[in-house]
Each structure stands twice: as C-alpha cells, then as structure tokens.
C-alpha cells in the first residue's frame, strides 16, 4: 500500500463523512422541525422512549444527534432523565441501520436484480435523479432537500467503495496482518474501536471503515467484535461534549448514554470471552465481512436495551450520584464541619 493508496483511503472517507452529514442534514430539513416536537411528545413511557429514539436514529442516521437534541431537551425542562432513557436505548438500536445499508458492498452475484442492489449499481442513479431535483429546485427548498438527501447517499456509497478499493491490497501485507493479530486482544479492540468512533464523531462512520477494512478478507472476527464495541463508548463523546456548559441534568442525561454503552460493553465482554473459555468459539477465527459486522453491531445494541430496559431508573440514580445536586453537596459538607467541631468540643 503506497502513498497513493493512502490518499485514495482518505479521499474515500473525506466522501464517505461528507455523505453522511449532507444525508443527514436534508432528512433533518425535509422533516421541518417535525422530529423536535415527535422527541418532545412522544415520550410518556420508556417503550415508547425507545420506539421513538430507534425510528428517528435510523432516518437521521446519526444516535449521536439524536442524544445530542435529547440533552438540549433535557436542558431546557422539556424532557425529564426519565423520558431521556428510552430514547437513548432507542438511538442505539437504530444507528444499527445504515452498518445494514452500508453491509450491501458486499452483496455478490451476477442476475439483474442482484446487480442493481449493488451500491455500485444504484448509487450513480440515484445521484443523477438527486442533482437533477437540486439544480432544477428553483426555490423549492423541499425538492432541494430531496436532491440533496439523495445526493449525500450517492456520494456515501461512492466514500464506501473508494475506502474499499484504496485498502484491497491490503489483504496480503503481513504488516497489516500483525497489527490485526494485535486487536485480538479483547481491551486493545476496545480502545482502537472507541478511539476511531472519537476521532470521526460518530459510530456509523467507524463501523463503515471497518465494513470496508472486511473487504480485504484480512479481519477475523475475534478482532472485529472488540472494535465494535469499543465504537459503542466511542460514540459518548459527542454526546460528553455537547453537555459541557449545559445544566447539571443535561450532563446528567450524557453520563446515561455514557453509563448504558460502557456497562452493556463490559458485561457483554466479560460473559462472551467466559463462555469462550469453555466453548471456544470456532468462528472467531474466520474472516469477518460486511453483513457480519451488521449482525454483530445489531446483536449487540438490541441486546443491550433488552437488559437495561427494566434497570432504566437504576441508570438515572447512577447518573444522579455521578452529577449530585450542589445544594445537597454543600449541605453534606456543612454537616460534616459541624461533626467536626462537636468531636473537637468533647475533646
């Protein structure tokens, strides 16, 4: 892999984060504010919290947006912790989503209808129809928004295949093979995962490099599966950063999100390599693809919200002690002076 392979990879992502965001952004658009007020109403119990937050994750394409509108919210009165908690389960469930889009790069076979759900097949249609919508807009901002949503997708497709493209060779580079071998180790997968997801801001983004790295043939799945969920705590620190400066509830509902993804990755690790220990599971050792990166990812964040579901009170308690009350704080610490001094007296 040459110094012009490189530029091809960072020119994939460059494309691949630029579709995204112009995706994202005309689905935000086209809604008219709508998806502020569903989050707002839409909230009155925790079911209908994760309902809410997987549908409006999955077409915004972005669990990190979605926290981040759930912790202004939060800071402006309109949400409770409370009602915060399922939607922040939901948004988990439905950035699983576009690893599912992302994972037809790998669909393969030769018939017409096969073809054509290759990206590579129907991405330079749907760029065509997009920047026709676009140019002949005319002041129509919501047929604009349409070009541009269809747009952002092409040229998503386009960053995917360009990434996939720029790391083929690396398939026979020793080098590369040994670095893999290293992420075997369940806590450096980790930290590689949740430092990639920091970095680009977003765990669609990570997971769609990995998808891409899969193309070589090269990634087993015992060092895909820590990677991933790795890119589930790395995804927090959007949400960490947004609450910096907001109220203390607002932080709270970003340490929820934060708690939920590094507890659920903790114990899934912990009972995943137990059972390991004694089953020893054969398909760690095969070569991971695109649609198992999908199941895996899916697996995981479905699995989470099922198990944390009835603690959701237990995360908002945990939050509430991370982030206590300054009232509280100092009245704790007045009482502990006057401890103090009444011991010093009888002394």
């Keep these: 892999m040459n110094i012009f392979s490189v530029l091809t990879l960072l020119g994939g992502l460059a ?11 005309g689905l935000v658009r086209v809604s008219g504010g709508r998806l502020d007020a569903i989050l707002e109403r839409l909230t009155s119990n925790r079911l209908k919290g994760v309902l809410l937050g997987t549908a409006v994750t999955a077409v915004i394409q972005s669990s990190s947006a979605t926290t981040v509108m759930v912790i202004g919210f939060v800071n402006s009165g309109i949400m409770r912790l409370t009602q915060a908690v399922g939607v922040i389960m939901g948004a988990n469930i439905g950035t699983t989503v576009t690893s ?25 249609i749907l760029a065509v129809i997009g920047i026709v919508l676009y140019m002949s807009a005319k002041g129509r901002q919501t047929k604009k928004d349409v070009g541009a949503i269809l747009l952002g997708f092409a040229v998503l497709m386009f960053g995917m295949e360009t990434m996939s493209g720029a790391v ?10 040994s670095i893999l071998t290293m992420f075997s180790n369940p806590l450096l997968g980790v930290a590689a995962g949740a430092v990639l ?14 998808q891409a790295l899969c193309a070589t043939g090269a990634v087993p799945y015992s060092a895909a599966i820590p990677i991933i969920m790795g890119q589930n705590i790395g995804t927090c620190v959007t949400a960490l950063i947004s609450a910096v400066g907001a109220g203390k509830n607002a932080k709270r509902a970003a340490m929820i999100h934060f708690y939920f993804n590094l507890i659920g990755t903790v114990v899934f690790m912990a009972v995943f390599y137990l059972i390991n220990a004694f089953v ?6 095969n070569a991971a ?5 999908a199941v895996v990812h899916s697996l995981f964040n479905i699995a989470c919200c099922i198990a944390w579901f009835p603690f959701g009170n237990f995360l908002v308690r945990l939050a509430m002690w991370t982030i206590p009350d300054r009232a509280a704080s100092d009245q704790r610490s007045t009482d502990d002076k006057r401890l103090s001094a009444l011991r010093r007296q009888r002394e």
């Design 15 to 25: 494309m691949f984060l630029f579709g995204m965001n112009t995706m994202g952004d």
């Design 100 to 124: 599912w889009i992302l994972s037809l790069t790998g669909i393969e076979g030769g018939g017409f209808f096969l073809t054509m759900l290759k990206p590579s097949s129907f991405s330079p």
């Design 168 to 177: 083929e060779p690396l398939a026979d580079n020793e080098q590369f093979m």
């Design 197 to 210: 997801t920091a970095v680009v801001q977003s765990s669609s983004a990570s997971i769609g490099i990995l």
């Design 280 to 285: 020893n599971f054969t398909f760690l050792g």
């Design 289 to 293: 693809n695109a649609a198992g990166i």
